[in-house]
Nanobody, 122 residues
Framework: QVQLVESGGGLVQPGGSLRLSCIAS????????MGWYRQAPGKQRELVAA???????NYTDSMKGRVTISRDNAKNTVYLQMSSLKPEDTAVYYC????????????????WGKGTLVTVSS
């Protein structure tokens, strides 16, 4: 079983930047595709970004150009760098590990972190 622990959330002003981290333990990190999801108050959960084991990336249109997903397989860590943050980016951000992502859904056996709260407010 894979355990995922997110960190880096907090309060940030509009226009600010934040980097989230997700550390995986309990399995071989490099074989998984990784995704960052978020769920804002009153909204459905959405896939923000995903990255394959080989480094191919995809982004949601709502944050494209303001977010970068990356991974360091040697450190079993995936990152989400966010910038130009808006109040509507306020959400709980979740790390996910899966075999792949089909559309915005994890494929096959997958794992979730508990999430980290990002609040964008002045």
């Amino acid at each position: 079983q894979v355990q995922l622990v997110e960190s880096g959330g907090g309060l940030v002003q509009p226009g600010g930047s934040l980097r989230l981290s997700c550390i995986a333990s309990g399995s071989i990190f490099s074989i998984y595709a990784m995704g960052w999801y978020r769920q804002a108050p009153g909204k459905q959960r959405e896939l923000v970004a995903a990255i394959t084991g080989g480094g191919r990336t995809n982004y949601t249109d709502s944050m494209k150009g303001r977010v970068t997903i990356s991974r360091d397989n040697a450190k079993n860590t995936v990152y989400l760098q966010m910038s130009s943050l808006k109040p509507e980016d306020t959400a709980v951000y979740y790390c996910n590990a899966a075999r792949a992502y089909i559309g915005d859904a994890p494929y096959g056996k997958n794992y979730w972190g508990k999430g980290t709260l990002v609040t964008v407010s002045s």
